[in-house]
């Protein structure tokens, strides 16, 4: 990762690149700030150009040298990654997960994107809890790894990410560590929630403070990016995004899955106003392969399309909330939505949801669903 692919951040770029200048780099530190706003990347920049071989004058990391190729994979023997985990299903109860645990999905998460949260890397995990923490085996990892002599003969870089979702027990293990590392080791914390860290911790840090990005910065880094944008909707994501990227990158996922959920909602009205089985049978196929939560968000959705519809009907444009693309549809489609009807569509969609929630067989949830709305649609 190069400095010159972060969004933003100059100063703190400075700051680093700076602290290495005069050879006054403190052994441990930590970026703190809002989520989204680049404090990984930037962490993982630094690393990336401390374990260079031979950096450039301007303060990039070279790309070429050895050192950089295993940064870019994320494989250095002398990065060492720290972040939250938890043990995955059918895990002996004794058997507690450490980082190391997790890599192959990490290196993953971190290459697709340097800016993600906690979801996006419970999702990327594979394992689905709220107890993730930083824990107690971990800092024995730590501490092991640290007792090994440089693989490069260069610094050891340990990049936490979140020690506040670190344990007490795992946090007065490192402390000693964290006062008196080996020779040429960093620390570097990356950190959302200073305030929840321990206080034996946050005082042997150097705390720098990453502000939030410019809209322009945003907006400017949105258009760079391919992400299909036109120039009023990147204007519009990034002074929405309150100067958070990810939350731009979010706003980007969502807007795409509320279309592909337009898609499918009309689709399946109109297979089930034509009766067509075949197709019916094709569309639940299809949606059971997604995702359960991916499932849940759509049915969501429907029931929120089936009460604007019902709205619409009203003639009054003040209480309906549609996209023009939604409201398009609605023309046509309103009419079949009445007071006949709008209750046990309602109702349907609950099922559906509360089904998918408890594990019944998608497909056979959505069959029974389209089969339920031809008869709704006649009433
Ligand atoms: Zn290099």
């Known amino acids: 990762m190069k400095f010159s692919e972060i969004i933003g ?14 050879q006054r780099i403190p052994h441990a530190q930590m970026l703190c700030g809002p989520e989204g706003v680049g404090k990984f990347a930037l962490a993982l920049a630094y690393a990336s150009y401390l374990l260079c071989e031979d950096p450039t004058p301007e303060g990039e990391p070279c790309g070429h040298c050895n050192g950089c190729h295993m940064t870019k994979a994320l494989a250095h023997p002398d990065l060492h990654f720290v972040f939250p985990a938890y043990k995955g299903k059918g895990w002996p109860a004794e058997r507690k997960a450490i980082s190391a645990d997790y890599l192959t999905q990490w290196r993953e998460m971190v290459a697709a994107s340097p800016y993600f949260d906690l979801t996006t890397w419970r999702s990327a995990s594979g394992v689905e809890s709220q107890r993730f923490h930083i824990g107690n085996g971990e800092a024995d990892d730590i501490v092991q790894q640290l007792s090994l002599v ?68 945003i907006r400017d880094a949105l258009l760079s990016q391919q992400h299909g944008l036109s120039a009023d909707d990147a204007d519009f994501i990034a002074s929405s995004a309150d100067g958070s990227y990810l939350a731009a990158l979010q706003q980007i996922k969502v807007s795409a899955d509320t279309a592909e959920y337009f898609d499918m909602f009309t689709l399946l009205m109109r297979k089930c106003w034509m009766r067509d089985i075949k197709e019916m049978y094709a569309w639940a196929d299809n949606i059971a392969k997604w995702p359960r939560q991916k499932q849940r968000d759509f049915l969501a959705y429907c029931q929120r399309l089936i009460r604007e519809n019902f709205v619409y009907n009203f003639g009054l444009p003040a209480l309906n ?51 339920n709305i031809i008869v709704q649609l006649r009433a």
């Open 9 to 22: 951040q100059e100063a703190t770029k400075a700051l680093l690149l700076d602290q290495h200048r005069q």
């Open 321 to 371: 909330h549609m996209s023009q693309k939604e409201a398009a549809f609605s023309r046509n489609f309103a009419r079949f939505v009445n007071e006949r009807n709008v209750i046990a569509l309602t109702t349907l969609f609950d099922e559906a949801q509360r089904d998918i929630a408890q594990n019944v067989n998608s497909r056979m949830v959505y069959t029974d669903l389209a089969i």
């Open 150 to 217: 440089s693989a490069q003969g260069g610094y050891k870089v340990v990049l936490v990410w979140l020690p506040e979702m670190m344990s007490e027990d795992c946090a007065n293990k490192i402390l000693k560590v964290l006062e008196e590392p080996p020779r040429q080791t960093i620390f570097l914390m990356v950190c959302n929630k200073p305030e929840m860290l321990l206080p034996t911790i946050s005082s042997r840090l150097q705390r720098i403070d990453v502000p939030r990005l410019k809209t322009e910065e």
